[in-house]
Protein backbone atom coordinates (compact mmCIF):
# COMPACT_ATOMS: atom_id res chain seq x y z
CA UNK A 1 0.00 0.00 0.00
CA UNK A 2 1.17 3.34 -0.87
CA UNK A 3 0.06 6.04 1.60
CA UNK A 4 0.43 10.01 0.29
CA UNK A 5 -0.19 13.12 1.99
CA UNK A 6 -2.08 14.98 -0.52
CA UNK A 7 -2.60 14.64 -4.00
CA UNK A 8 0.68 16.98 -5.44
CA UNK A 9 2.92 14.35 -7.57
CA UNK A 10 0.38 11.79 -8.02
CA UNK A 11 -0.53 10.98 -11.77
CA UNK A 12 -2.49 7.71 -11.60
CA UNK A 13 -4.25 5.77 -14.16
CA UNK A 14 -7.90 4.08 -14.59
CA UNK A 15 -8.56 3.79 -10.77
CA UNK A 16 -11.16 2.71 -8.69
CA UNK A 17 -12.12 5.43 -5.74
CA UNK A 18 -13.73 6.08 -3.05
CA UNK A 19 -13.84 9.18 -0.73
CA UNK A 20 -14.80 9.75 2.67
CA UNK A 21 -13.47 10.25 5.97
CA UNK A 22 -13.30 6.59 7.11
CA UNK A 23 -12.47 7.69 11.01
CA UNK A 24 -12.23 4.40 12.79
CA UNK A 25 -12.73 2.03 9.47
CA UNK A 26 -15.81 0.21 11.50
CA UNK A 27 -17.77 -2.49 9.84
CA UNK A 28 -19.65 0.27 7.80
CA UNK A 29 -16.45 1.81 5.90
CA UNK A 30 -14.89 -2.22 5.40
CA UNK A 31 -18.56 -3.05 3.87
CA UNK A 32 -17.61 -0.33 1.35
CA UNK A 33 -13.60 -0.69 1.02
CA UNK A 34 -14.32 -4.57 0.82
CA UNK A 35 -16.76 -3.61 -2.78
CA UNK A 36 -14.24 -1.33 -3.60
CA UNK A 37 -10.95 -3.76 -3.92
CA UNK A 38 -12.92 -6.48 -5.56
CA UNK A 39 -14.51 -4.51 -8.28
CA UNK A 40 -10.81 -3.16 -8.91
CA UNK A 41 -8.92 -5.90 -8.85
CA UNK A 42 -11.08 -7.82 -10.91
CA UNK A 43 -11.52 -4.96 -13.27
CA UNK A 44 -7.43 -4.97 -12.94
CA UNK A 45 -7.44 -1.46 -11.58
CA UNK A 46 -5.74 -0.03 -8.66
CA UNK A 47 -8.21 0.23 -5.49
CA UNK A 48 -8.02 4.17 -4.18
CA UNK A 49 -8.96 5.54 -0.93
CA UNK A 50 -9.28 9.34 -0.24
CA UNK A 51 -9.55 10.24 3.17
CA UNK A 52 -9.47 13.58 5.01
CA UNK A 53 -7.39 14.90 7.56
CA UNK A 54 -8.63 17.11 9.49
CA UNK A 55 -12.64 16.34 9.62
CA UNK A 56 -14.25 18.83 7.40
CA UNK A 57 -17.28 19.39 10.13
CA UNK A 58 -14.09 20.49 12.36
CA UNK A 59 -12.67 23.22 9.53
CA UNK A 60 -15.93 24.13 8.77
CA UNK A 61 -16.79 25.06 12.37
CA UNK A 62 -19.50 22.19 13.03
CA UNK A 63 -17.74 19.86 15.06
CA UNK A 64 -15.50 21.69 18.01
CA UNK A 65 -13.22 19.66 19.91
CA UNK A 66 -12.32 17.06 17.79
CA UNK A 67 -11.90 13.26 18.80
CA UNK A 68 -10.47 10.71 16.41
CA UNK A 69 -10.83 7.20 16.56
CA UNK A 70 -7.99 6.38 14.65
CA UNK A 71 -5.10 8.80 13.60
CA UNK A 72 -4.23 9.01 9.94
CA UNK A 73 -1.32 6.54 10.45
CA UNK A 74 -3.31 3.75 11.73
CA UNK A 75 -6.09 4.50 9.14
CA UNK A 76 -4.21 3.58 6.57
CA UNK A 77 -2.68 0.90 8.00
CA UNK A 78 -6.39 -0.45 8.43
CA UNK A 79 -7.11 0.04 5.02
CA UNK A 80 -4.09 -1.44 3.86
CA UNK A 81 -5.31 -5.05 5.80
CA UNK A 82 -8.83 -4.99 3.35
CA UNK A 83 -6.60 -4.92 -0.06
CA UNK A 84 -6.23 -1.42 -0.73
CA UNK A 85 -3.63 -0.33 -3.07
CA UNK A 86 -3.31 3.27 -2.00
CA UNK A 87 -4.45 6.37 0.03
CA UNK A 88 -4.46 9.38 0.17
CA UNK A 89 -5.31 11.83 3.68
CA UNK A 90 -5.93 14.65 1.56
CA UNK A 91 -5.19 18.05 3.63
CA UNK A 92 -8.92 19.38 4.21
CA UNK A 93 -8.21 23.39 4.82
CA UNK A 94 -10.60 26.20 4.57
CA UNK A 95 -9.58 26.65 0.70
CA UNK A 96 -10.33 23.14 0.39
CA UNK A 97 -13.80 23.84 2.07
CA UNK A 98 -14.23 26.28 -0.74
CA UNK A 99 -13.92 24.49 -3.77
CA UNK A 100 -16.99 24.03 -5.90
CA UNK A 101 -17.73 20.28 -6.41
CA UNK A 102 -16.62 20.51 -10.59
CA UNK A 103 -13.77 21.90 -9.02
CA UNK A 104 -13.05 18.92 -6.58
CA UNK A 105 -14.36 16.60 -9.07
CA UNK A 106 -11.72 18.05 -12.10
CA UNK A 107 -9.13 17.75 -9.18
CA UNK A 108 -9.58 14.07 -8.63
CA UNK A 109 -9.78 12.97 -12.32
CA UNK A 110 -6.42 14.82 -13.21
CA UNK A 111 -4.60 12.71 -10.25
CA UNK A 112 -6.29 9.87 -9.71
CA UNK A 113 -8.30 9.25 -12.75
CA UNK A 114 -11.13 7.42 -11.79
CA UNK A 115 -12.98 5.12 -13.86
CA UNK A 116 -15.52 3.98 -11.00
CA UNK A 117 -16.22 5.99 -7.80
CA UNK A 118 -18.35 4.29 -4.84
CA UNK A 119 -19.81 6.04 -2.56
CA UNK A 120 -22.40 5.86 0.11
CA UNK A 121 -26.29 7.30 -0.27
CA UNK A 122 -25.41 10.34 1.92
CA UNK A 123 -22.50 11.50 0.46
CA UNK A 124 -21.74 14.94 -0.95
CA UNK A 125 -18.68 17.04 -1.92
CA UNK A 126 -17.72 20.30 -3.09
CA UNK A 127 -18.97 23.58 -1.61
CA UNK A 128 -22.53 23.75 0.38
CA UNK A 129 -22.71 19.87 -0.23
CA UNK A 130 -23.57 19.92 -4.01
CA UNK A 131 -21.79 17.18 -5.24
CA UNK A 132 -24.39 14.36 -4.19
CA UNK A 133 -24.61 10.95 -6.17
CA UNK A 134 -26.87 12.49 -8.60
CA UNK A 135 -24.79 15.11 -9.40
CA UNK A 136 -21.44 12.87 -9.92
CA UNK A 137 -23.12 10.53 -11.91
CA UNK A 138 -24.47 13.02 -14.16
CA UNK A 139 -20.91 14.81 -14.29
CA UNK A 140 -19.16 11.66 -14.70
CA UNK A 141 -20.77 11.37 -18.33
CA UNK A 142 -18.76 14.01 -19.23
CA UNK A 143 -15.75 12.95 -17.71
CA UNK A 144 -15.43 9.24 -18.14
CA UNK A 145 -16.28 7.87 -15.16
CA UNK A 146 -19.27 5.56 -13.63
CA UNK A 147 -20.92 5.96 -10.19
CA UNK A 148 -22.44 3.88 -7.58
CA UNK A 149 -23.77 3.58 -4.08
CA UNK A 150 -23.85 1.07 -1.35
CA UNK A 151 -26.25 1.58 0.84
CA UNK A 152 -25.50 1.76 4.94
CA UNK A 153 -24.41 -0.90 7.03
CA UNK A 154 -26.60 -1.42 9.99
CA UNK A 155 -26.62 -3.96 13.05
CA UNK A 156 -29.59 -5.00 14.56
CA UNK A 157 -31.55 -1.65 13.61
CA UNK A 158 -28.79 0.78 14.52
CA UNK A 159 -26.35 2.45 11.61
CA UNK A 160 -22.82 1.56 11.93
CA UNK A 161 -21.30 5.37 11.76
CA UNK A 162 -18.13 6.90 13.28
CA UNK A 163 -20.33 9.15 15.73
CA UNK A 164 -22.14 6.60 17.16
CA UNK A 165 -18.45 4.57 18.09
CA UNK A 166 -17.81 7.92 19.83
CA UNK A 167 -21.15 7.93 21.72
CA UNK A 168 -20.55 4.56 22.40
CA UNK A 169 -17.17 5.25 23.99
CA UNK A 170 -18.52 8.16 25.86
CA UNK A 171 -20.61 6.01 27.36
CA UNK A 172 -17.93 3.12 28.43
CA UNK A 173 -20.14 0.70 26.21
CA UNK A 174 -16.81 -0.66 25.30
CA UNK A 175 -19.13 -4.15 24.07
CA UNK A 176 -21.05 -1.59 21.21
CA UNK A 177 -18.13 -0.05 20.23
CA UNK A 178 -16.24 -3.52 19.34
CA UNK A 179 -19.35 -5.13 17.44
CA UNK A 180 -19.45 -1.43 15.28
CA UNK A 181 -16.09 -2.05 14.77
CA UNK A 182 -15.41 -5.59 14.29
CA UNK A 183 -12.28 -5.80 16.14
CA UNK A 184 -11.19 -4.24 19.61
CA UNK A 185 -11.06 -0.51 19.82
CA UNK A 186 -7.77 0.22 20.90
CA UNK A 187 -5.17 3.53 21.56
CA UNK A 188 -1.70 3.61 20.91
CA UNK A 189 0.88 6.02 22.88
CA UNK A 190 4.72 5.73 24.24
CA UNK A 191 5.13 4.64 27.97
CA UNK A 192 6.42 7.63 29.85
CA UNK A 193 7.14 7.68 33.89
CA UNK A 194 4.26 8.33 36.51
CA UNK A 195 4.70 9.52 39.48
CA UNK A 196 5.65 5.95 40.59
CA UNK A 197 2.32 5.73 43.18
CA UNK A 198 1.48 2.09 41.48
CA UNK A 199 4.89 1.17 42.11
CA UNK A 200 4.74 1.94 45.78
CA UNK A 201 1.54 0.52 46.45
CA UNK A 202 2.94 -2.92 44.66
CA UNK A 203 0.69 -2.35 41.08
CA UNK A 204 3.47 -1.35 38.90
CA UNK A 205 1.20 0.74 35.48
CA UNK A 206 2.64 1.99 32.31
CA UNK A 207 1.43 5.24 31.53
CA UNK A 208 0.80 6.69 28.05
CA UNK A 209 1.29 9.43 26.19
CA UNK A 210 -0.52 9.61 23.13
CA UNK A 211 -2.30 11.95 20.59
CA UNK A 212 -4.45 14.89 22.31
CA UNK A 213 -7.27 14.00 19.47
CA UNK A 214 -7.93 10.33 20.49
CA UNK A 215 -11.09 9.32 22.02
CA UNK A 216 -11.27 7.84 24.51
CA UNK A 217 -13.99 5.94 26.47
CA UNK A 218 -15.35 7.35 29.45
CA UNK A 219 -13.35 7.36 32.75
CA UNK A 220 -13.12 4.22 34.34
CA UNK A 221 -11.65 0.68 34.88
CA UNK A 222 -10.76 -1.35 31.49
CA UNK A 223 -10.01 -5.13 30.90
CA UNK A 224 -7.48 -4.60 27.67
CA UNK A 225 -4.66 -6.49 26.32
CA UNK A 226 -1.63 -4.65 26.12
CA UNK A 227 0.50 -5.05 22.88
CA UNK A 228 4.70 -4.25 23.45
CA UNK A 229 7.82 -4.85 22.44
CA UNK A 230 6.10 -7.75 20.07
CA UNK A 231 4.54 -9.47 22.44
CA UNK A 232 0.96 -9.23 24.07
CA UNK A 233 -0.29 -9.03 28.03
CA UNK A 234 -3.72 -8.95 29.51
CA UNK A 235 -4.28 -6.15 31.55
CA UNK A 236 -6.53 -3.60 33.46
CA UNK A 237 -6.39 -0.18 32.64
CA UNK A 238 -7.84 2.93 34.29
CA UNK A 239 -8.42 6.15 32.30
CA UNK A 240 -9.25 9.17 34.78
CA UNK A 241 -7.95 11.85 37.54
CA UNK A 242 -7.10 9.05 39.93
CA UNK A 243 -9.78 10.67 42.45
CA UNK A 244 -8.43 9.00 45.60
CA UNK A 245 -4.26 11.37 45.46
CA UNK A 246 -5.26 14.60 46.03
CA UNK A 247 -4.10 16.74 43.31
CA UNK A 248 -4.86 20.47 42.60
CA UNK A 249 -4.92 20.12 39.01
CA UNK A 250 -5.96 16.64 38.56
CA UNK A 251 -5.46 15.46 34.44
CA UNK A 252 -6.88 12.88 32.58
CA UNK A 253 -4.34 9.47 32.30
CA UNK A 254 -3.91 6.48 30.93
CA UNK A 255 -2.55 3.83 32.86
CA UNK A 256 -2.45 -0.11 32.39
CA UNK A 257 -1.13 -2.49 34.96
CA UNK A 258 0.22 -5.57 32.64
CA UNK A 259 -0.93 -8.93 34.33
CA UNK A 260 2.12 -10.93 34.97
CA UNK A 261 4.66 -8.97 33.53
CA UNK A 262 7.54 -6.87 35.65
CA UNK A 263 9.87 -5.34 33.12
CA UNK A 264 10.89 -1.56 32.40
CA UNK A 265 9.64 -0.42 29.10
CA UNK A 266 9.92 3.32 29.42
CA UNK A 267 10.04 4.78 25.76
CA UNK A 268 8.41 2.07 24.05
CA UNK A 269 5.09 2.39 21.89
CA UNK A 270 2.48 0.54 23.37
CA UNK A 271 -1.31 -0.63 21.70
CA UNK A 272 -3.66 -1.15 24.28
CA UNK A 273 -6.64 -3.16 22.59
CA UNK A 274 -10.40 -2.55 25.06
CA UNK A 275 -12.15 -5.76 25.34
CA UNK A 276 -14.80 -4.83 28.11
CA UNK A 277 -15.46 -2.55 31.20
CA UNK A 278 -15.15 -3.22 34.49
CA UNK A 279 -16.27 -0.18 36.65
CA UNK A 280 -16.54 3.42 37.31
CA UNK A 281 -13.84 5.90 38.25
CA UNK A 282 -14.80 6.42 42.02
CA UNK A 283 -12.51 7.90 45.28
CA UNK A 284 -11.96 5.47 47.93
CA UNK A 285 -11.46 6.03 51.59
CA UNK A 286 -7.91 5.22 51.87
CA UNK A 287 -5.09 3.44 49.93
CA UNK A 288 -5.89 0.08 51.11
CA UNK A 289 -9.50 0.57 50.31
CA UNK A 290 -8.23 1.52 46.52
CA UNK A 291 -5.73 -1.63 46.29
CA UNK A 292 -8.24 -3.98 47.89
CA UNK A 293 -10.69 -2.93 44.89
CA UNK A 294 -7.86 -3.07 42.36
CA UNK A 295 -6.84 -6.68 43.27
CA UNK A 296 -10.93 -7.56 42.78
CA UNK A 297 -10.05 -5.84 38.76
CA UNK A 298 -7.37 -7.67 38.17
CA UNK A 299 -9.09 -11.10 39.38
CA UNK A 300 -11.88 -10.59 37.28
CA UNK A 301 -9.69 -9.46 34.34
CA UNK A 302 -8.08 -12.75 34.49
CA UNK A 303 -10.92 -14.84 34.23
CA UNK A 304 -12.86 -13.12 31.61
CA UNK A 305 -9.41 -12.50 29.40
CA UNK A 306 -8.88 -16.84 30.04
CA UNK A 307 -12.64 -17.09 28.62
CA UNK A 308 -11.56 -14.85 25.19
CA UNK A 309 -8.30 -16.10 24.66
Known amino acids: ?28 HQKIVRNLVSKAHADGSEAVV ?18 YLTTPEERAELLADLGVDVVVTFPFTP ?13 LKSHLDMKHLIVGPDFALGRDRVGNSQYLSETGINLGFEVS ?8 G ?5 SAIRHALRDGDIDLV ?7 YFVKGQIVPGDGRGQTIGIPTANLSMWAER ?50 IYGLEMQLDFIGHLRGEKKFSSIDALVTQIRQDISQAKGILAVNS
Open 50 to 67: LTFYPHPAVVIGKRENPS
Open 215 to 264: ALPKSGVYITRGQVNGATYGAVTNIGVRPTFSSEHPRLQVEAHLLDFEEQ
Open 158 to 162: RVVSS
Open 149 to 156: TIDPLEIE
Open 1 to 28: MRHFQSLEGIQLRETWLTIGTFDGVHRG
Open 178 to 184: NVLLGRP
Open 95 to 107: PVSQLSANEFVSL
